[in-house]
């Protein structure tokens, strides 16, 4: 199980870890902490040397109620920090958190390596096919309508059977459009209630049937401080047991804020598949 990016064959059957570098003033969890170059590029050396395979960076908050932020205000935050850090470690593996195919191309064309959306192609027609004019890793992560609606639509029959079905939509359209690397995302905390998070990761492994990589995101939601009676800042260790838990099922990519507990999660929990 691999993706190409830009040339390199990344191995996703030993499982990969993905640093988290938000540009927004309003994340929940870090925004505003990385809003000058120097803080920017000490996060990413830190993530890298950490043992980050890939950078997500994302210039529009998608946690729940996020405001609406126009295209070009996006690119305004996202394009200089693709070009600052690509300066300084041209190596960097890029991934860009967007829906948007305007900002996605831009940030294609000046040398980020894959594409990471929330809609899977879905609020923005052009997606997909800018995907596949670029030939690039496409993470589509399972969503109902968006960030500013997505937590009134949880009224789901059977959620995981709907999500699959999603999937295999979501994946045919891609194929048919010659997009070879594709990642998929169930999502967490995206238009699901509490329970059924848990639900979804209880059954995680039903999502193995498409032979894709699956990237997970827990990274201090509100799914973990929630059922602990604690916030975001204290959630380093419920992160540390879901990821635990995911990759048990399956899960191939990490999705962190904390890249060198998730690398430790990965390299004890590939200790134990050994035996």
């Known amino acids: 199980m691999t993706i190409n990016c830009k040339g390199n064959l990344i191995d996703c059957n030993i499982p990969k870890v993905m640093g988290i570098l ?8 870090d925004g505003g902490k990385h809003s000058d170059t120097e803080a920017i590029l000490f996060q ?3 993530m890298l040397q950490e043992g980050a395979t890939f950078i997500d960076v994302g210039g529009y908050s998608s946690k729940p109620n996020a405001e609406f932020v126009s295209e070009q205000e996006e690119l305004n935050r996202v394009l200089p920090i693709v070009q600052l850090i690509l300066n300084r470690f041209p190596e960097t593996l890029l991934s860009i958190d967007t829906f948007r195919s305007s900002v996605a191309k831009a940030c294609l064309e000046n040398g980020a390596a894959m594409i ?3 809609s899977a192609g879905k609020l923005d027609d052009k997606m997909l096919e800018t995907i596949a004019n670029f030939q690039v890793p496409y993470c589509m992560m399972h969503l109902r309508g968006t960030p500013e609606t997505m937590q009134t639509l949880t009224n789901y029959d059977f959620i995981v059977k709907e999500m699959l079905f999603y999937f295999s939509e979501r994946v045919a359209a891609a194929r048919a459009l010659g997009i070879n690397d594709l990642i998929i995302d169930p999502g967490f905390g995206f238009a699901k209630t509490t329970e059924q998070n848990f639900e979804v990761l209880q059954k995680l492994e039903l999502f193995q049937t498409f032979e894709l990589p699956i990237l997970v995101g827990f990274s201090r939601k509100s799914m973990i401080y929630k059922i602990l009676n604690s916030n975001a800042s204290e959630a380093l260790n419920g992160t540390t047991v879901l990821n ?3 990759l048990s099922k399956g899960a191939k990519i ?3 804020h904390d890249v060198k507990e998730a690398v430790e999660c990965v390299k004890l929990y590939e200790k134990t598949s050994n035996y």
């Not at 938000?22 to 969890?29: E, G, K």
């Open 116 to 118: 990471n959306d929330i």
């Open 244 to 246: 635990t838990l995911a």
């Open 254 to 256: 990490l999705r962190v």
């Open 22 to 29: 938000n540009v927004t003033p309003n994340s929940f969890f």
């Open 44 to 46: 990413v050396e830190k």
